[in-house]
Structure formats: structure tokens, C-alpha cells
């Protein structure tokens, strides 16, 4: 068994994890509302919206969509968590997911980890990005 982050979007799933792939790699699936059956009614002006999409990210898979027949309330009490095993990596995956979004820890050492740091991303999804790498004398 495994936990897998299922995030939401208004009308811009496509483009985010068009982002999420470059940085991380892959292609992402995505399935547009059009496919979705006669039986669930799409608002026409939300049919080219995506009703499900992967990436694998490394060992692990991130799943999103758009809330067709909604808005998706702004992510919140949660974050998407990453630990990747060097540290320039891991300042690199967190300078790119930080590119038009906002910092809110900056990417620095901890007092368990050589380099750790959160943000929302520009697509409003929030990210907490770190190292496995443990800091010196611990």
C-alpha cells in the first residue's frame, strides 16, 4: 500500500503538470473532460479541462485533475513532500517548483537535514522539498 497525493485544479491541471514533468521527468497522462461518458454532463466551456492525470515521480505518483463540475478550493492543511537523496537536487527541484510562485521557508540546512524548504508553487499547490542527506555530526 501506498499513498498517493491527488491534487485539484480550476482549469489549469494541464499546464502544471506539463511543469511537474519538466522538472521531474516523464510524461504525464492526461485525460480532457471531453472523454468522460454522455451519463456525466461536462459544462461545454470545461470540456478541454482534464478529469485525471499521473506522473510518475521517481519511486512514487503524483495524480491531479480539474474540478470540472466546481471550483477546487485553494489547497490547504496539506503539502506535497519530496526528499531527494542530494543535495543539489533537492535545491534544484526547489528553486524550479519556486519559479513564479512564493517562498515560505527558504531552501537551507536544518537541524535533520542538509537542505530543506517549502513553498507554493505558482499553481498553487504546496511543495515541502528536501535532502536525505543528514547534516554534519548528527
Known sequence: MQPIP????????????ARY??????T???????QMPPEFP???ERKTWIMHSS?????????????????A????????????PALAEARNVFE?????????MAFAPTFWSTGFGTLTDRFGIHWMVGCD?????S
Open 6 to 17: 491527488y491534487i485539484f485544479f480550476n482549469g489549469n491541471c494541464a499546464q502544471a503538470m
Open 42 to 44: 461536462v459544462p461545454e
Open 55 to 71: 506522473l510518475k515521480i521517481g519511486d512514487g505518483l503524483l495524480m491531479a485533475s480539474d474540478n470540472i463540475m466546481g471550483d
Open 133 to 137: 542527506e543528514q547534516p554534519a555530526g
Open 28 to 34: 504525464p497522462e492526461l485525460m480532457p473532460a471531453s
Open 73 to 84: 478550493v485553494a489547497m490547504s492543511g496539506c503539502a506535497v513532500t519530496l526528499s531527494l
Open 96 to 104: 524550479m517548483l519556486a519559479e513564479g510562485g512564493e517562498i515560505t
Open 21 to 26: 514533468a519538466e522538472i521531474f521527468g516523464g
